[in-house]
């Protein structure tokens, strides 16, 4: 087996690129676009070039809404927030309306709280409570992957991996730093989606995407989509 759909670019700066493009274009496909974004190092160079005024001024923004394809379940001002560095690398600098920024509720008691409560926004922002494979929930899903394989919170051996029926769930134990619960969307959602892109840079992962490429089995792999599945790579993270 090999990876789906490669794309690799010089380095993280062209993937950066290449992405902020693709949501400029979807911003200005017509209708809302729904994206789910990802944590995480690697689409922080995006957030932060799709800031700048060059870039932002081409950006439909009450086009788009943003959803967390996973966060981390800690306070909102934590340096552990995905949320927070999205705030601080994006959303504070575009002139998106605030409601259509769905943040994960970390305040909420529990990350299965957490994780219902964002289960039931998703499904009003659907407009229904099944997935109709012809109408995704998404039009675009952002992930990233780890050197142990994961992707979103969805981490090797934990029981996110196995939830087939619930949008989102909560993750009493993260499988890496930093080392608290989160709450992640699972396989079934992130499927419900016309394009799911994984960006993926630096050295240090290439060779957990030579593992997946022989077809062993890690969560960043089982990701599908009803439409397509793509890993925007850099050279160093290609092996190139
Ligand atoms: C997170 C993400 C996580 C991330 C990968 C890759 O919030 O940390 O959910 O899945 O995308 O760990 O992260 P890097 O891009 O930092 O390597």
């Given at each position: 087996?090999?990876?789906?759909?490669?794309?690799?670019?010089?380095?993280?700066?062209?993937?950066?690129?290449?992405?902020?493009?693709?949501?400029?274009?979807?911003?200005?496909?017509?209708?809302?676009?729904?994206?789910?974004?990802?944590?995480?190092?690697?689409?922080?160079?995006?957030?932060?070039?799709?800031?700048?005024?060059?870039?932002?001024?081409?950006?439909?923004?009450?086009?788009?809404?943003?959803?967390?394809?996973?966060?981390?379940?800690?306070?909102?001002?934590?340096?552990?927030?995905?949320?927070?560095?999205?705030?601080?690398?994006?959303?504070?600098?575009?002139?998106i309306?605030?409601?259509?920024?769905?943040?994960?509720?970390?305040?909420?008691?529990?990350?299965?709280?957490?994780?219902?409560?964002?289960?039931?926004?998703?499904?009003?922002?659907?407009?229904?409570d099944?997935?109709?494979?012809?109408?995704?929930?998404?039009?675009?899903?952002?992930?990233?992957?780890?050197?142990?394989?994961?992707?979103?919170?969805?981490?090797?051996?934990?029981?996110?991996?196995?939830?087939?029926?619930?949008?989102?769930t909560?993750?009493?134990?993260?499988?890496m730093?930093?080392?608290?619960?989160r709450?992640?969307?699972?396989?079934?959602?992130?499927?419900?989606?016309?394009?799911?892109?994984?960006?993926?840079?630096?050295?240090?992962?290439?060779?957990?995407?030579?593992?997946?490429?022989?077809?062993?089995?890690?969560?960043a792999?089982?990701?599908?989509?009803?439409?397509?599945?793509?890993?925007?790579?850099d050279?160093?993270?290609?092996?190139?």
């Amino acid at each position: 087996m090999a990876l789906p759909n490669v794309t690799v670019f010089d380095d993280a700066d062209a993937v950066a690129a290449a992405m902020a493009e693709r949501i400029v274009a979807l911003s200005h496909a017509g209708g809302r676009a729904t994206i789910a974004l990802s944590g995480g190092s690697t689409p922080q160079r995006l957030y932060r070039l799709l800031a700048t005024p060059a870039m932002a001024a081409r950006v439909d923004w009450p086009r788009l809404h943003l959803f967390w394809g996973d966060e981390r379940f800690v306070a909102p001002d934590s340096a552990d927030s995905g949320t927070l560095m999205v705030e601080e690398a994006l959303v504070r600098h575009v002139p998106i309306p605030a409601e259509n920024v769905h943040r994960v509720a970390t305040g909420l008691g529990s990350p299965e709280a957490a994780a219902a409560d964002y289960a039931a926004r998703l499904r009003a922002h659907y407009g229904a409570d099944a997935l109709d494979p012809g109408r995704p929930l998404f039009d675009l899903v952002l992930l990233g992957m780890g050197d142990d394989g994961h992707t979103a919170s969805l981490f090797p051996g934990k029981l996110a991996v196995e939830e087939r029926a619930a949008w989102v769930t909560g993750v009493p134990e993260a499988g890496m730093a930093p080392w608290v619960p989160r709450v992640t969307l699972t396989f079934p959602a992130l499927a419900s989606s016309r394009e799911v892109a994984f960006l993926v840079t630096g050295a240090s992962k290439a060779a957990m995407l030579r593992r997946i490429a022989a077809g062993e089995d890690f969560p960043a792999g089982r990701v599908t989509s009803q439409g397509r599945v793509g890993w925007w790579l850099d050279r160093a993270a290609a092996g190139a």
